[in-house]
């Protein structure tokens, strides 16, 4: 053991760990406070219809990536000398997918009820989106296992952001320029993510920002045909958790939602615990199941406990300090909040367990069923939500999504006969997860 935890390898990929964990915490901390302030500043109103803008665009950010992330990255790690070929291709594509999303999101824009302002605050952060494009450099930084870099990109953007965020609110500035931030910070990630770049490689900083030269038509039919399928399972997952805050809006407005965001917002801050639960305990998951399906079993529904331990306890945390947090962070004018996040935040049990999920119907090349009970669970979502929004107000929504949730991530499996052995080990793991013993064994 001591071997092994002093190995060049396992240091490496330790490291690595704690620069992507590192930044995800900043955010978090940082997240919250300034979101807090920027909330304040705004208003229920005002931050609900930027919560709708943000809400409205990230239905369709899929087509940002075009699912080619993961893909490319593996590309990388297997054929290193055709970097620049996928690098330039995977440059050209995601630029076109950003302007086919600025396309789809105006054309969707007309099927609301948003009014000509309302769109400009869309219009303006979907329009930040084109510069996503030089994220493609960060595939590098993953292949080579530097996930130093991607974090100092990351939290010096972010701390640009933030400090852009502050300035606007002592300068007392109209909503359209908190909108602008999005831009900002993906201005800042181009200049970081093409200097580190640089850095690396030894090539020269201007030359990095004409990655379209080394576009590869063949390249590009390989990229599409591997992402397509991670490219509608991503529109159908952003659907599926925006799509309530778009029907608030449209329902009862942008006051109310201003409300709803703020409980969806600090429960989905702590997703990157669940990525990195699963992240780091995957690789031991797939290497079990070459030994035994036994073991295989054992490690995965240990997995799902460690996710459903960690969330119920952050959702037993939270359901006692919500009322604390959001008056002494967004102050009284967001106390209709409280009872949102209260119900909100156990649906986190849920996201966190189809974390670990996900990654077994991709290990039993079962995506597509995965996919089918994603798109059951947004139709039972907005078949509850419209059913009792009226009736209910806010907080049927909130027992919508917990609902859709559960039965997308955990009931669901008992639809088809090969994911019953899933909703099984799910079932051992929830019974377990306060067995002490079981995780030991």
Do not use: C
Not at 171 to 199: C, M
Not at 291 to 305: A, F, G, I
Not at 393 to 422: D, E, H, P
């Amino acid at each position: 053991m001591k071997s092994f935890l002093k190995s060049p390898g396992f240091q490496k990929y330790f490291r690595n760990t704690i620069w992507f964990v590192l930044e995800k915490v900043v955010r978090l901390v940082l997240g919250v406070f300034i979101g807090a302030w920027v909330a304040r500043y705004l208003g229920p109103e005002e931050y609900g219809i930027l919560g709708f803008a943000i809400s409205f665009v990230s239905i369709f950010s899929a087509f940002t990536t075009l699912g080619i992330d993961w893909v490319a990255v593996r590309n990388l790690i297997v054929a290193p000398s055709q970097k620049n070929e996928i690098m330039g291709t995977s440059f050209v594509l995601r630029f076109f997918g950003t302007v086919f999303l600025l396309l789809l999101v105006w054309g969707a824009l007309y099927l609301t009820s948003a009014t000509k302002f309302e769109k400009s605050i869309v219009m303006v952060i979907a329009f930040g989106q084109v510069f996503t494009s030089y994220s493609v450099i960060d595939y590098y930084f993953r292949a080579e296992v530097k996930a130093k870099r991607y974090t100092e990109v990351n939290l010096s953007s972010f701390i640009v952001a933030s400090v852009a965020n502050i300035a606007f609110i002592l300068l007392r500035l109209p909503l359209i320029w908190f909108a602008v931030v999005v831009t900002i910070e993906n201005i800042v990630k181009i200049y970081f993510f093409v200097f580190f770049y640089s850095k690396e490689t030894g090539t020269r900083f201007w030359q990095n920002f004409f990655l379209y030269r080394f576009f590869s038509f063949d390249t590009a039919i390989s990229l599409l045909k591997d992402s397509w399928p991670i490219l509608i399972s991503g529109l159908i997952t952003a659907f599926y958790m925006k799509i309530d805050q778009v029907l608030v809006k449209e329902i009862l407005g942008n006051q109310a939602l201003g409300y709803y965001s703020i409980a969806v917002r600090i429960s989905e801050a702590w997703f990157f615990l669940s990525i990195s639960i699963t992240e780091s305990l995957y690789p031991a998951i797939l290497n079990a199941k070459k030994l035994s399906v036994d073991l295989y079993h054992s490690r995965l529904q240990k997995m799902y406990q460690i996710l459903i331990l960690i969330a119920v306890l952050i959702a037993i945390f939270m359901s006692f300090a919500a009322k604390p947090i959001i008056i002494g962070l967004y102050g009284d004018m967001y106390a209709e909040t409280v009872g949102i996040l209260i119900i909100y935040i156990w649906s986190n049990v849920f996201m966190f367990l189809d974390g670990g999920s996900w990654k077994w119907h991709v290990t039993e090349n079962l995506q597509r069923i995965a996919i089918f009970r994603l798109l059951l669970g947004v139709i039972l979502n907005l078949f509850l939500s419209i059913l009792f929004i009226k009736l209910y107000g806010l907080m049927s929504v909130a027992y919508a999504t917990l609902i859709s949730y559960a039965f997308a991530t955990y009931f669901g499996n008992l639809l088809v006969k090969k994911t019953r052995q899933n909703f099984k080990l799910q079932s051992l793991a929830i019974i377990n997860v306060f067995n002490i013993k079981s995780y030991l064994q």
